[in-house]
């Protein structure tokens, strides 16, 4: 699976979001956070994936 998440100076003043999109990692993980269960097709494994991008997106911005 290609990475899913990018940064853009132009969108979102350049926080990590989905790629094709203007959704934030930040704005995700604050769903998530708020007890927002996520409803992915794919398998375990492609889930998991993306929820470890997330996460190292998320890292890098602390």
């Known amino acids: 699976m290609e990475n899913r ?4 100076p ?3 003043q350049g926080k990590p979001i989905i790629k094709g999109t203007r959704i934030s990692v930040e704005f995700i993980l604050e769903l998530l ?12 494994k492609d889930r998991t994936r993306i929820l470890w991008n997330l996460r190292g ?4 911005l602390l």
């Open 10 to 12: 132009n969108i979102l």
């Open 33 to 44: 956070a708020s007890g927002m269960r996520p409803e992915v097709s794919g398998t375990r």
């Open 5 to 8: 998440i990018t940064f853009n």
């Open 57 to 60: 997106a998320k890292d890098g």
